[in-house]
């Protein structure tokens, strides 16, 4: 009998904010345990302390010269979808962190970087952290249609009595549960708002 391997697609972080801030390296080291370490690129940065969880390169992604790529962008006209995701090599998203109302900064900062015909997909319209972007598009790439993904808007974070932060973003359930990582949750109790 012969087992066909599909070779995993590589998920490239471009880092796109000034500094690797504390949440982008909490979620980074989240989105390494969701892809594995071997199969993930943080691009655009110097950071080295982030080569526990990923390849870490100065270059932008788009200064690689991949083939095969999907750029994922909320702005973008097409949802990707589970018969095209096989096929993709690498998916790149942009290392920015939520603003609300979002600003297209993955439009303005990543997809213009990139050469016109490069594949560009959202998946929804709603902004996702880029976590939670990767752990869709991952679920894509296993054979999984958006429509059957369940999704919760917004996440309210309790301080202490009577205070509360709340996230505006889209979220992703596994199995009902929030894909949230507790360190996420320690700093943000910490910092107390943005
Ligand atoms: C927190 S989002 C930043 C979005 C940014 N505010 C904007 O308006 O473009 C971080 C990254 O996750 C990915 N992402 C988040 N939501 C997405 C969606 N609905 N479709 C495609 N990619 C998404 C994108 O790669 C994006 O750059």
Same mark, same amino acid.
């Given at each position: 009998?012969?087992?066909?391997?599909?070779?995993? %697609?590589?998920?490239?972080?471009?880092?796109?904010?000034?500094?690797?801030?504390? +949440?982008?390296? &909490?979620?980074? #080291? *989240?989105?390494?345990?969701? !892809?594995?370490? =071997? @199969?993930? +690129?943080?691009?655009?940065? /110097? @950071?080295?302390?982030?080569?526990?969880?990923?390849?870490?390169?100065?270059?932008?992604?788009?200064?690689?010269?991949?083939?095969?790529?999907?750029?994922?962008? %909320?702005?973008? /006209?097409?949802?990707?979808? %589970?018969?095209?995701?096989?096929?993709? *090599?690498?998916?790149?998203?942009?290392? &920015?962190?939520?603003?609300? %109302?979002?600003?297209?900064?993955?439009?303005?900062? $990543?997809? *213009?970087?990139?050469?016109?015909?490069?594949?560009?997909? @959202? !998946?929804? /319209?709603?902004?996702?952290?880029?976590?939670?972007?990767?752990?869709?598009?991952?679920?894509?790439?296993?054979?999984?249609?958006?429509?059957?993904? #369940?999704?919760?808007?917004?996440?309210?974070?309790?301080?202490?009595?009577?205070?509360?932060? $709340?996230?505006?973003?889209?979220?992703?359930?596994? =199995?009902? =549960?929030? $894909? !949230?990582?507790?360190?996420?949750?320690?700093? $943000?109790? #910490?910092? #107390?708002?943005?």
């Amino acid at each position: 009998m012969f087992f066909v391997m599909e070779k995993m %697609p590589t998920y490239i972080i471009e880092h796109l904010e000034p500094k690797v801030y504390e +949440w982008c390296f &909490i979620e980074y #080291k *989240q989105i390494s345990r969701i !892809v594995g370490k =071997k @199969n993930l +690129w943080i691009t655009n940065t /110097k @950071n080295q302390t982030l080569n526990h969880y990923a390849r870490v390169i100065p270059k932008s992604a788009a200064g690689l010269h991949l083939n095969n790529v999907c750029l994922l962008d %909320p702005a973008a /006209k097409k949802e990707l979808t %589970p018969e095209e995701a096989r096929h993709f *090599q690498y998916f790149v998203f942009g290392g &920015i962190l939520g603003d609300y %109302p979002p600003r297209k900064r993955t439009e303005v900062e $990543l997809t *213009q970087k990139f050469s016109q015909g490069t594949a560009t997909r @959202n !998946v929804g /319209k709603e902004q996702m952290s880029t976590d939670h972007a990767v752990a869709v598009v991952k679920e894509i790439v296993q054979g999984k249609k958006l429509s059957a993904l #369940k999704f919760q808007d917004q996440l309210e974070i309790h301080m202490k009595e009577g205070e509360s932060m $709340l996230l505006p973003y889209r979220y992703l359930l596994i =199995k009902g =549960k929030l $894909l !949230v990582s507790k360190e996420l949750l320690e700093y $943000l109790k #910490k910092k #107390k708002g943005f």
